[in-house]
Structure formats: C-alpha cells, structure tokens
C-alpha cells in the first residue's frame, strides 16, 4: 500500500443530526424537543434563530440523497428525531414520522448508500424533560422502548446502529454548563445525566442483542485525550484527569472498565449507580465512533486538580476557535484503540467551520481551507492505519451547512453551501475534493 492508500473496504460517508437539517417541527406528527424549547429562551442562540425550518431536508431530502450519490460515498450517518417516531417520548408510535425515514432509507438504498442511523443525537422530547430528563432514571427506560420500536420499525432497513452522539454533550453541555438544551446548571444533575446516558447505552444494546436481529451497534464519543501543557508530573496528571473526565466516564463503563475512580474521588462526585448497572453498560458493542475537530492542552489546575485548566495554543485556528491538529487525530484513534481493547473504530464526525461566501466574480464557493483540513485530517487516518489502529471508514461533518446548535446558522461546516434565503443546496470545492478523494484520484496532501 502507497502512503494514503486505504482498504478497498473502507467506508466513506458524511454525517449529519436530525435536528441540525430536518426542520418541520410541527409537522406530521412531531412533537417538541429540548431543543425546540431551548431555542425559545433570550440570548440561547447567538444569532437568534432555531431549528424550526433548519435546512428543510424534511423536504428537500431527495436532492440531498442525489448530493450524497454525486460524492460516490458508501455510507450517510444520520439520526433520527426521537420526537418524530414517538412523539411524547413514550407510547403510540407516529407512523407518518416512521414513513419519513422509512422513505430515506429506500432512497438511499437505490444510490447503494448504506444508512448508518443514530437513534439520539440530542432531542430528547420535551414531555420526558418535564420529568426530570436524563437526571431521571425512568428516562433510560424510555430510551430503551423507543430504541426497540426502531429496531422493529427498520427491520431489514438499517444494519449500523448508534445508540448516542456524544454523551458529553448531553450531560456536561446541557445539564451543567447550561450552553446546549435544556439550559440547566446543575452539577449534580449532569452527574446523574452521565450514568443515565450509559445506562440507556447499556438497555438499547440489551435490547438490540434479545431481539436476535442482524446488524451491529455500537456509540459515538466525543473524547478527549488531551496533551500536557509541559513535561512536569503535574501536567501530565492533569491531562490523564482530563481524559477521565471526558473521555472514560464515557468509555469506561462501556468497555468494562467502570467509572474512572481517580476522578470521582478528585472531583468528590457521586453517581446513581444501582447493582448490575455496569453489567448492564458494558455489554460488548461491535464499533465505537469517534468524532474529532481539534485537540486539547491542558496544565494543571492548584487549586482544583479535578479541573485541567486549557492553554493558549500557537495553531490555526478554525472559525469555531479550535485549534487545527491534525496529529491529534493519529494520536487520539492510537489510544482509543487502546481503550476500547481493539474494536473496528470509525471517525463519525471529522470537519472544519470556514469563512463560506459564493465569489462574486463566478459564484462558486472555494473553501481551500476546509480542503487543507480534510486532507490533512484524513492523511492523519492513514498514518493512524499504518499505526495498526483498527480503523473502519471516515465520516465528514458534514453534508451540508445546517444549523450549528448555541451558534445557530453563523457557523458553515457543509461540503455544500446552503443560501440562507433559498435554501438551495451548492457543492463548495470541497465536495468536489472529498469526491476525487474518495475516487481515488487525489491525495489527502
């Protein structure tokens, strides 16, 4: 094999989040989100917008399938709204939101586009969150019920399952920090929230393996294996602290390792943990995901060792103020592989916000930088297979620019440009890049 060369079995594709593209919030059938909620509150969203249109893929999804097969990818990630199959979080299913993704799914299949569905990738539906949300146990239980509705919806469907997208952000984002739906602050909540997450990780997957149906399961983290500010023992400490913090109070009870007591004790933090909880988490799964934009510094913290404190970094930086690591990439997929004892690994989310604009001279949108970071970012996944990292496919964040969370639509990570007042979709050069890559025709550097 050349440098950059990958595996004839490789998986290609691009991802996106229901929430993030669909729009049609109110209708069909479709209930409320913490996210329909949260984008209601003064001052949530930078730009003051919401998700009720988003990019109207509810839609305009046919063209978006026609934009994926354009790219010759063998995979599109996506998630399905929990509050459009279910809409109160719990009983009768909607059968027009089923339609929906039932009506994708053929779509995709009729371009040999394989569906990789995330069954969570935020919403949680807003009846459950007047109930406590993921600081209540019951909401585990309800997970459980809706991943097995799906499972029996999309029977012969869908063969990739992800049970969540980043439970950090759910549980840190949302119930401590504030900054993502619901908007709580409140520590104890978030730690609940955490177990909680797993814990309806572990039931999906009970389900998913009782129900004897063919496929595979697996989750998708966001991790962080950040690197030390200096060589001195207490930076090096500060960032293994980190890591339990965000990376193994995740993978740790996932990979039967449990909760990183180093941390906990550190931290002086309590879980919900009842017995068989983590017999539950830690049932096998066949792949983890792994979404990447940069990587972390950190130095420690005198006055509270539990809390790494980030420094200030020399690199480029993204739009979204992140710096541009490329290695980082390597290194990550090198200890992930080594945390999760060497299962297929997929980079499920990998791209980078940049200063988008149509030219005015031709109209086109030529966005070298995002082409310098994809190509810089995938050839670090090559080195990272020559590594021997079990890697799996690469997955580009994403199809098209969409709404962008606490910053609305003000941040653009689309291989396709969306104009604000059409909606109509435009391939950047981007596109045309990571499709000559995925042929095979250019190398990532």
Not at 175 to 184: C, E, N, S, V
Request: charged share 25%.
């Amino acid at each position: 094999m050349g440098e950059f060369d990958f595996p004839r079995d490789f998986t290609w594709g691009v991802a996106t989040a229901a929430y993030q593209v669909e729009g049609a919030v109110n209708e069909d059938g479709r209930g409320p989100s913490i996210w329909d909620d949260f984008c209601r509150k003064p001052g949530a969203i930078s730009d003051g917008t919401n998700g009720d249109t988003a990019v109207d893929h509810y839609h305009r999804w046919r063209g978006d399938v026609d934009l994926m097969a354009g790219l010759g990818i063998g995979a599109y990630r996506f998630s399905m709204a929990w509050p459009r199959i279910l809409p109160d979080g719990t009983g009768a299913v909607n059968r027009a939101g089923v339609d929906f993704y039932k009506r994708l799914i053929d779509a995709l299949g009729e371009k040999g586009i394989e569906p990789w569905v995330t069954l969570y990738h935020w919403d949680l539906p807003s009846a459950l969150e007047a109930r406590g949300g993921w600081a209540n146990r019951e909401t585990s239980g309800a997970f459980a019920r809706y991943a097995d509705t799906c499972f029996r919806e999309f029977l012969g469907r869908v063969r990739n399952w992800i049970t969540f997208n980043e439970p950090w952000c759910s549980a840190y984002l949302g119930y401590r920090d504030g900054i993502h739906a619901p908007g709580r602050k409140d520590g104890t909540a978030a730690l609940a929230a955490v177990h909680h997450l797993n814990l309806a990780h572990g039931m999906a997957v009970r389900a998913f393996r009782d129900s004897g149906k063919e496929g595979r399961i697996g989750i998708v983290w966001n991790p962080s294996m950040p690197r030390s500010a200096t060589d001195r023992p207490e930076d090096v400490l500060a960032a293994e602290m980190a890591a339990d913090r965000d990376t193994r109070m995740f993978s740790g009870p996932v990979t039967g390792k449990g909760y990183p007591e180093r941390y906990l004790a550190a931290a002086g933090a309590k879980l919900p943990v009842e017995r068989g909880d983590l017999a539950l988490i830690s049932a096998p799964v066949d792949f983890a995901g792994i979404n990447y934009y940069s990587e972390g510094l950190v130095a420690a913290n005198p006055d509270d060792p539990a809390s790494p404190v980030p420094v200030p970094r020399w690199q480029e930086t993204t739009v979204m103020g992140w710096p541009i690591v490329p290695e980082g990439l390597r290194r990550l997929l090198g200890a992930m592989a080594t945390e999760t004892g060497g299962i297929p690994l997929y980079v499920t989310e990998n791209g980078a916000a940049t200063r988008d604009e149509p030219d005015p001279a031709d109209g086109l949108i030529h966005d070298a930088a995002r082409i310098r970071y994809l190509g810089d970012h995938v050839a670090a996944c090559a080195r990272a297979l020559a590594d021997g990292v079990p890697l799996r496919g690469y997955f580009v964040w994403s199809l098209v620019d969409n709404f962008e969370w606490s910053f609305g639509f003000s941040r653009r990570f689309g291989l396709a440009y969306c104009d604000s007042a059409t909606l109509e979709r435009k391939p950047k050069d981007s596109y045309w890049f990571y499709r000559d890559l995925i042929a095979g025709r250019v190398d990532p550097r």
